[in-house]
């Protein structure tokens, strides 16, 4: 599967077949997609915004570094320190803060 953004590619309107459309190329369809193209599907992937963008995301939980590695990205993941191995609560009720090790659950 080759992505370009919308600037590397031709002007002109052309018309392909594919056996998968993915519209939107966040979390969800940057991760269907290769999967897909590994299995042989014609996959193509619709993503109206220019990458890479700045954006402030959710949570990155440890168990999403298995999938990571499917992917080959994990390196680039740890490489940039994203991994998250506990969350902290804070509730405005108590002063005392709740720390959630991932790995204890």
Known sequence: MKIEPMEQQDQRVE???CDVLVVGGRAAGSTVAPLLA???YRV???EKARYPRFHIGGSLLAASLPLFE???GADEVTAVGMEKWAAEFVSPYHDRPQV???AEV
């Open 15 to 17: 018309r392909s077949q």
């Open 38 to 40: 590994e299995k042989g």
């Open 44 to 46: 193509v992937l619709l």
């Open 70 to 72: 499917r992917l080959g």
């Open 100 to 102: 959630f090790h991932f």
